[in-house]
């Protein structure tokens, strides 16, 4: 009897594998698709700090439904993408980034804010025509084959732009950019060296600024001259996206060579329960001013340009701020928090004002953007005329540039460089 | 001798049931994996139905539904056939197009209509923006998208 239990107890364990084996692999196939959900950073690390980048030419797409031509450094191995991948290394360790060329002219790396930059182990420098002109901010890869290899240490912690150094204004218009996070040695969840620069774990973002004049981008793909007395940005992006395929998740199926979102999901700030705030990392690619402007909170500006603001003996010069200006190839660190400030309470403390009247509403009109209730994680009914845009009660606070005219797509409003931050109530949005 | 061969017999014929039962599990496993990542793709289709009848009365032409805002909203894109019937449609705050859930018989009819300038322009993108009520669409499934009579159905939810 205990050999027969034996033996039956074996051939079910064997059944047992078999099944979950083979189930498992049907199921795991979706599984890998719905990585694709992700918000939030999509950092490309490895243990050696080695990336192989591939300047090339692609498309991508706009929301209004034009398709423009771009140039970009992708992963080697997964090709085109917009922006380049963002690398994440950490502070102090060598870093080594292999660009290959397969564009139609010369085409570099430079690393802002990285000190002692070695080109196929030079140091990287100005490059000089015969003529004795400059021909490029450091040593290139040439046309069509080319490679280089790009080494330094990594510097301070915080956020840097890497971007072509090679015929700049038409490289970096084109699309030849991309973020560098250098973490903190040993504290992958500060901001840079100081404690109080700590985040939640998951909750960082990175929003690279940058904008498109189509026009330059018809010229190279048919090889004709630039006009640039005409230049005229028309898209304005956020991660290589217009509003609205900026909240659409990452790696988005339909947005094949934009793979980054820019939506900010988070909770409320709790002492207990989320004691941390998110952080956001902004870069500017372009060529103005961009103020972005998230409504609903400031955020506390912590690191600007890869470097902590703190004084000679450590003091804290951080600050909060309600319009951040990110300027031209510069990069801004913040800390996001959402403090449910008045702790409104439908039965105890309920809202002193009839519903609506918040700035979102007056600023688009009466049908737009209206977060249902005033009380987080609770859905009222509304008033008729009034729309709104909440699953589970959870707030959603609209962010984007201030100068309005880059928060349009080719001149319609609602576009660009605009984005949400949603904000769950403290249980979570049990609807998902 | 005859006990031997009689258990020999029996083991090998218990091999034979083990093996038969493993294959069986695996052949049905693999069937039904098969199925489901069938469906699975042919609701992640990027194929978009279209309807002559909604193209000429709104003079819209419905392009994509995606689940966005980390599945709290849903966009709805659409490309403009007619710019005076696309501005009708885009106005009128009112009546916006529900989204129906094909399989779990779930909707959602709030819309933030975003205003995309004054005039919409023949052969552009638009966009309308829903709150996804209760999680009333979901990425991989079918959706109709519903306007006073117009129907159009087996829509993609990416």
């Known amino acids: 009897m205990t050999n027969l239990w034996r033996k039956s107890r074996s051939r079910i364990a064997v059944l047992g594998v078999a099944t979950l084996v083979a189930v498992g692999t049907a199921v795991m196939w979706p599984h890998a698709a719905s990585a694709a959900v992700a918000e939030g950073l999509d950092c490309e690390t490895n243990a050696q700090q080695t990336f192989s980048l591939t300047a090339g030419d692609g498309y991508v797409s706009t929301p209004d439904g034009n398709s423009i031509y771009m140039w970009s450094y992708g992963d080697s191995k997964t090709g085109f993408q917009l922006p380049g991948p963002t690398l994440c290394v950490t502070s102090g360790q060598p870093v080594t980034v292999i660009l290959h060329n397969t564009l139609p002219e010369a085409t570099s790396i430079v690393f802002p804010g990285q000190k002692g930059v070695k080109a196929n182990g030079n140091p990287a420098q100005p490059q000089f025509d015969g003529g004795g002109s400059l021909s490029s901010l450091v040593q290139s890869a040439v046309a069509g084959t080319g490679s280089v290899t790009y080494t330094f240490t990594a510097g301070s ?16 218009q084109m699309g030849m950019y991309g973020a560098l996070v250098v973490r903190p040695a040993g504290h992958p969840n500060q901001v840079n060296d100081r404690a109080d620069s700590a985040f939640t774990a998951g909750k960082e973002y990175v929003f690279l600024l940058s904008e498109v004049d189509p026009a330059v981008h018809l010229a190279v793909e048919r090889n004709q001259p630039i006009d640039w007395t005409t230049y005229t940005a028309r898209y304005f992006m956020i991660n290589g996206r217009s509003m609205p395929d900026t909240l659409a998740p990452n790696h988005a199926s339909w947005l094949p060579t934009q793979p980054y979102g820019a939506l900010v999901h988070i909770k409320p700030y709790d002492a207990n329960t989320n004691p941390l705030p998110a952080t956001i990392r902004y870069l500017n690619a372009g060529s103005v001013n961009y103020p972005f402007h998230p409504h609903g909170s400031d955020e506390r500006v912590i690191n600007r340009d890869g470097h902590a603001l703190a004084g000679p003996t450590g003091q804290d010069l951080s600050y909060q701020k309600y319009d951040l200006d990110v300027g031209p190839g510069q990069t801004v660190d913040t800390l996001m928090d959402w403090r449910d400030a008045e702790a409104w309470n439908p039965t105890t403390n309920p809202i002193p004002t009839q519903i609506p009247a918040i700035t979102d509403q007056l600023l688009v009109g009466t049908d737009t953007w209206f977060s249902e209730s005033g009380y987080l994680g609770t859905k009222n ?11 589970c009660g959870e707030y959603y606070h609209i962010a984007h540039s201030h100068a309005l005219e880059q928060s349009t797509n080719f001149g319609a409003t609602f576009g660009g460089m605009m984005t949400v931050f949603r904000i769950d109530p403290p249980a979570g949005c049990t609807t998902q | 001798m005859s006990n031997i061969i009689s258990t020999v017999a029996r083991r090998a014929g218990r091999r034979w049931v083990t093996v038969i039962l493993v294959g069986a599990a695996v052949v049905l496993a693999g069937v039904a994996g098969t199925a489901y990542a069938l469906v699975k793709s042919d609701a992640q289709s990027t194929t978009f139905p279209q309807n002559a009848q909604i193209e000429q009365q709104l003079g819209v032409r419905f392009s994509r539904v995606a689940v966005v805002g980390d599945g709290g909203l849903v966009t709805v894109t659409y490309v403009v056939l007619d710019s005076e019937k696309a501005s009708r449609f885009q106005s009128d705050v009112a009546h916006p197009p529900s989204l129906y859930s094909e399989s779990r018989h779930r909707t959602t009819t709030r819309v933030s209509l975003m205003k995309q300038g004054h005039t919409l322009r023949a052969g552009q993108t638009y966009y ?16 109709s998208i519903v306007e006073g009579t117009l129907r159009l159905e087996h829509v993609p939810v990416l």
């Open chain 1, 381 to 391: 009914a509304l008033p008729a005329n009034i729309t709104s845009n909440n699953e």
């Open chain 1, 157 to 172: 912690p915080g956020t840097y732009l890497y971007e072509s150094g090679t015929d700049v204004n038409k490289q970096v």
């Open chain 2, 128 to 143: 309308l923006v829903y709150e996804n009520t209760h999680g009333a669409l979901r990425h991989g499934e079918r959706a």
